[in-house]
């Protein structure tokens, strides 16, 4: 720096002209930067500042489009509140129009800003009103613009502003109603009549700024409301008016115009009704934007001051940016730690973060993976048919939730490995809430499916194992019931029964276990053969037949006769019949109720099994097909149960191609819905079957 600072003495010392030269470069080095920022700056917020102002406006004319809206359908339901009444439709119905008016004057003398009814004909015929007015009683208004608006599909209708016949002669609008009798038959036409004087309040109540102001737009294109136009002066047409055009028209906005009156420039904004009538609202531009001017003085004060704080800004930037690099390292240090393949995909689905784990597993180093497709780099496979699985990262882009891989997926490695591999994808959001790509977090699971497998053949050779001596102790316990080995006292047959009944459970109990095990380990074979639901269904209520009887349980079934024969495994059909029926028997109150109901939609069969037992805790619901799960209110009431029936009846529907879900409310029941395919189970061979 010092020596920096030496060349610069040197170099502005020898000559004053080298030396403005060298300070007139600095000075322009440090003004033209903030000149172009403020002049950039300035034209941002100017149109900033107007499409603000514009979209203000904008919302102002809207409201008053609303506002007519809603006036307009407020006495429209007040006037077919009254056409409805049904001493009205029997005056209607006997032509008595006079007593039709009489009993709907009310609601010209509850509210005040109608200025009269009159009711006419189908025709156009005027045949009374209220107040009186028997000059015009008896003369054909079918040419009137309300007729011929409430008459084309005999809908309420808004007419256009007119010089009524009455005297005194103003102009009004009409809102027409069609009147029916208790047929529902047109009789005639209920007109309600507004002076101009009252649609122009509307306009007045809502003041806009310090010179702008709101006004409407009938459909022929007369102002009401406007301050130039007196609300009882001759009718104006405006519909050459650019703003009239475009607001009749059913546009909205708001746009800056030159008043060729006043020769300067207004904003103006316009908005359509439903019933064909306009709002616009107008002021000038310079009283519309003068709160804004000190902004744009301030745009330029503030380019001044930047020039004072430019070195400190370098010097922050600087530091900042030596942090977050050094913030940087550290986190791609800490990544590159994780065991744990992590790959960071944009809202494309293109990778944009590949760690040190993810190269070991794929084979990819990240030069070959940063910027490709995710799917082309990261090929997961379902294990069952090879089909591409990345359903879990689509749900997550999509819903914006943490999604979990289905189980039996492979990952395709750069040189053909199939690795088998958990994933799991968290979204990423912007500030705005809005998902922007996803973090995928996977591992290999080979070992893990080496030490399950192990596990799994473990539990079914020990569970074999024990199946062969309590075998054979319940039939020792059968041959001592029959005494064969001699009498027995009543004190050791009651022994005898509970060593049988508790070998029973335990039998039961290592059955299920081989169940399990041979589902998990897919061994178990599927043989399907011409099965009749609905005879498996009766075969298995009777089976139940006892324990049903016992607690007085109430059976309903719908079977119908009609349900195909499929193509499935009678075995393992009664499995999962057996399991659903007796647990809706077993966690059932006495004197409850048990629905058991088959039907064919499309394609599929669908099995429902209903009870009105102990329900299951909501909060314990997510649990239901978990192995070894029994609810905390079953547990209490019922001792008996293994917690493995569920899980195995739907290991067994996954790899079938069924499904079951279920509905259940606490201390209310439970529905279980089995879904199965009319097409049947496809046939796999297995060393074992399921008992």
Do not use: C
């Not at 904008?58 to 056409?83: C, H, K, N, P, Q």
């Not at 005297?167 to 009798?181: D, F, S, V, Y």
């Not at 009749?532 to 079934?557: A, F, G, N, Y």
């Amino acid at each position: 720096m010092a020596k920096l600072v030496q060349w610069f003495i040197e170099f502005t010392q020898p000559s004053k002209r080298r030396a403005q030269m060298v300070l007139s470069i600095i000075f322009v080095l440090l003004v033209a930067p903030l000149v172009v920022v403020s002049f950039v700056n300035y034209r941002y917020l100017k149109a900033q500042l107007t499409a603000s102002v514009l979209k203000e406006h904008g919302m102002l004319a809207s409201f008053g489009a609303t506002m007519l809206d809603e006036r307009f359908g407020g006495y429209i339901e007040l006037g077919e509140s009254v056409a409805n009444r049904i001493s009205v439709k029997e005056a209607l119905d006997k032509s008595d129009w006079d007593g039709a008016i009489l009993l709907m004057k009310d609601i010209v003398q509850e509210h005040g800003d109608l200025d009269r009814i009159f009711v006419t004909d189908t025709t156009g015929l005027l045949h009374a009103g209220y107040p009186a007015m028997p000059e015009v009683v008896g003369k054909n208004y079918a040419f009137r613009d309300w007729f011929r608006g409430v008459s084309r599909n005999w809908e309420p209708y808004v007419s256009e502003a007119y010089r009524r016949a009455i005297i005194p002669e103003i102009n009004a609008i009409t809102i027409a109603i069609p009147l029916r009798g208790n047929s529902s038959e047109i009789k005639g036409i209920l007109a309600l009549q507004l002076k101009m004087d009252t649609i122009q309040a509307w306009a007045r109540n809502n003041p806009i700024g310090e010179s702008g102001f709101l006004y409407f737009i009938d459909p022929s294109g007369h102002p009401i409301g406007h301050p130039l136009y007196a609300p009882q002066a001759e009718l104006v047409d405006l519909r050459g008016d650019p703003a009239v055009i475009k607001a009749l028209g059913s546009k909205k906005g708001s746009e800056i115009y030159l008043n060729a009156q006043k020769n300067q420039e207004v904003i103006v904004a316009y908005a359509s009704s439903k019933y064909k009538w306009a709002a616009i609202v107008e002021e000038n531009s310079a009283d519309a934007f003068r709160a804004f001017n000190w902004t744009l003085l301030n745009t330029v004060a503030i380019g001044l001051f930047l020039i004072v704080l430019s070195a400190f800004f370098v010097i922050f930037i600087l530091n900042a940016l030596s942090i977050f690099n050094a913030l940087r390292q550290r986190q791609e240090s800490l990544l590159e730690s994780i065991g744990d393949g992590v790959v960071a995909i944009d809202r494309y689905f293109n990778i944009i973060l590949w760690n040190k784990a993810s190269q070991n597993i794929s084979g990819y180093a990240p030069h070959e993976a940063l910027g490709r497709p995710f799917r082309e780099i990261m090929q997961l496979k379902r294990e069952s048919d090879h089909t591409e699985n990345i359903v879990f990262l689509e749900e997550t882009m999509l819903f914006g939730k943490t999604k979990t891989m289905e189980n039996s997926t492979l990952l395709i490695a750069k040189d053909g490995r199939e690795i088998p591999v958990s994933d799991s994808a968290a979204p990423v959001f912007d500030p705005d809430g809005k998902v922007v790509g996803a973090i995928v977090v996977f591992r290999d699971v080979t070992k893990e499916r080496e030490v399950e497998t192990a596990r799994q053949e473990f539990v079914s050779l020990a569970s074999h194992q024990l199946r062969t001596p309590l075998t054979g102790i319940r039939w020792i316990t059968q041959i001592l019931m029959k005494e064969k080995a001699g009498p027995l006292t009543d004190k050791q047959r009651g022994y005898i029964l509970d060593i049988d009944e508790a070998n029973g459970r335990l039998l039961k109990l290592v059955n299920s276990l081989l169940n399990s095990s041979r589902v998990e380990l897919g061994t178990f074979s599927v043989t399907p053969e011409p099965t009749d639901l609905e005879e498996l269904t009766q075969i298995t209520l009777k089976e139940l037949e006892s324990e049903i009887s016992k607690k007085e349980l109430r059976v309903h079934t719908d079977l119908p006769h009609d349900i195909p024969v499929i193509e499935a495994d009678p075995k393992l059909i009664k499995m999962i019949l057996q399991n659903l029926i007796s647990n809706a028997v077993k966690y059932t109150p006495s004197k409850g109720q048990i629905t058991i109901s088959l039907s064919k939609e499309a394609d599929t069969i669908s099995l429902k099994v209903s009870d009105t037992g102990m329900g299951i805790p909501k909060a314990e619901q997510g649990k239901v097909f978990s192995k070894l799960w029994r609810g905390a209110n079953a547990e209490k009431s019922v001792e008996e149960g293994t917690g493995l029936g569920l899980y195995i009846i739907k290991s067994i529907l996954d790899k079938t191609g069924g499904k079951i879900g279920f509905k259940s409310v606490e201390n209310k029941g439970t529905t279980f819905l089995v879904s199965l395919p009319v097409s049947g189970m496809q046939a796999k061979k297995g060393e074992k079957t399921l008992s």
